[in-house]
């Protein structure tokens, strides 16, 4: 038998569907709720780690680099210093004032050079063991966020695991409502679901208001509703408006109790001592 074209339904069949459709969402949209808010907690801590993780590689490049700046100035040292002596062996050799003078300058720069180099290694170790302590810290606490977010993920999986398969037929027979659903009405369908707080964007009329945001429908409106002739969107929330015997929901009519009418309490006034008779005494 041929699949009925989506457009060629008559309206009262697209409510159904549509209604049908909602039904199933709100049931998945109930099986994420058991998840709580686990998921959105589990992205957190992923993400947390992540920040921790770029912190920690950051503070080792910074760690090495401190310690090659350590490693080159120890290097001019060793060389300052081997100029130095050789410098001072020159010494011995002089033939004049202005060669002394020249290499007892050389030896006061390279010694200057030395005290320069050392200064820089003493900060750069002080350096080093600030960011070591830095990372120390923040690799500990990397591996408390990650036990954390193994215990998370084993609470999610754990819920999940419950709800899958379950979930996953639900998803299919939503997909196989939706092929059933002209493209427009269920783009427009999608988008009221979108900005509804519950989720809800198809509702029955519920006690004449609308089941969705609960104003009042007039009379008119809910006989056209009845009559599903056209697809009909609630005036205050934009919700589609369904006649809750097609949504298959049986409403108990609640009898009004009749007005109690308000009696006015007659007051009987005494007679005058004009009108009374007189009392003989």
Same mark, same amino acid.
């Given at each position: 038998?041929?699949? /009925?074209? $989506?457009?060629?339904?008559?309206?009262?069949?697209?409510? @159904?569907?549509?209604?049908?459709?909602?039904?199933?969402?709100?049931?998945?949209?109930?099986? /994420?709720a058991l998840r709580g808010e686990l998921p959105y907690e589990v992205q957190e801590m992923e993400d947390e780690?992540?920040?921790?993780?770029? !912190?920690?590689?950051?503070?080792?490049?910074?760690?090495?680099?401190?310690?090659?700046?350590?490693?080159?100035?120890?290097?001019?040292?060793?060389?300052?210093?081997? @100029?130095?002596?050789?410098? /001072?062996?020159?010494?011995?050799?002089?033939?004049?004032?202005?060669?002394?003078?020249?290499? @007892?300058?050389?030896?006061?720069?390279?010694?200057?050079?030395?005290?320069?180099?050392?200064?820089?290694?003493?900060?750069?170790?002080?350096?080093?063991?600030?960011?070591?302590?830095?990372?120390?810290?923040?690799?500990?606490?990397?591996?408390?966020?990650?036990?954390?977010?193994?215990?998370?993920? @084993?609470?999610?999986?754990?819920?999940?695991?419950?709800?899958?398969?379950?979930?996953e037929k639900l998803r299919d027979k939503a997909h196989d409502l939706k092929v059933k659903i002209e493209p427009?009405?269920?783009?427009?369908?999608?988008?009221? !679901?979108?900005?509804?707080?519950?989720?809800?964007?198809?509702?029955?009329?519920?006690?004449?208001?609308?089941?969705?945001?609960?104003?009042?429908?007039?009379?008119?409106?809910?006989?056209?509703?009845?009559?599903?002739?056209?697809?009909?969107?609630?005036?205050?929330?934009?919700?589609?408006?369904?006649?809750?015997?097609?949504?298959?929901?049986?409403?108990?009519?609640?009898?009004?109790k009749p007005k109690r009418r308000r009696t006015t309490r007659r007051t009987v006034k005494a007679e005058t001592?004009?009108?009374?008779? $007189?009392?003989?005494?």
């Amino acid at each position: 038998m041929a699949k /009925k074209d $989506p457009t060629d339904l008559t309206v009262e069949e697209r409510l @159904s569907t549509l209604y049908q459709l909602q039904t199933v969402l709100s049931s998945i949209d109930e099986k /994420k709720a058991l998840r709580g808010e686990l998921p959105y907690e589990v992205q957190e801590m992923e993400d947390e780690i992540e920040g921790l993780s770029l !912190r920690i590689q950051k503070i080792q490049d910074e760690i090495d680099s401190f310690n090659k700046a350590i490693s080159d100035n120890k290097a001019k040292i060793a060389q300052a210093q081997a @100029s130095v002596a050789r410098y /001072k062996e020159q010494l011995n050799d002089v033939r004049n004032n202005r060669e002394y003078d020249t290499l @007892s300058k050389e030896v006061e720069f390279q010694e200057l050079e030395i005290e320069l180099c050392n200064k820089k290694i003493r900060e750069g170790l002080i350096h080093v063991e600030e960011r070591t302590h830095d990372l120390e810290n923040n690799t500990e606490l990397v591996e408390e966020r990650r036990k954390d977010l193994e215990v998370k993920k @084993s609470e999610l999986d754990e819920i999940m695991q419950e709800t899958r398969e379950e979930e996953e037929k639900l998803r299919d027979k939503a997909h196989d409502l939706k092929v059933k659903i002209e493209p427009r009405l269920l783009t427009s369908f999608e988008r009221i !679901r979108k900005n509804a707080r519950n989720g809800l964007g198809i509702v029955y009329v519920q006690r004449d208001a609308c089941g969705g945001c609960f104003n009042k429908i007039p009379p008119q409106r809910q006989l056209d509703i009845k009559m599903h002739k056209k697809i009909i969107v609630c005036e205050y929330c934009g919700r589609i408006l369904i006649d809750p015997e097609l949504a298959g929901v049986k409403t108990v009519e609640v009898e009004e109790k009749p007005k109690r009418r308000r009696t006015t309490r007659r007051t009987v006034k005494a007679e005058t001592n004009e009108t009374a008779e $007189p009392t003989q005494e």
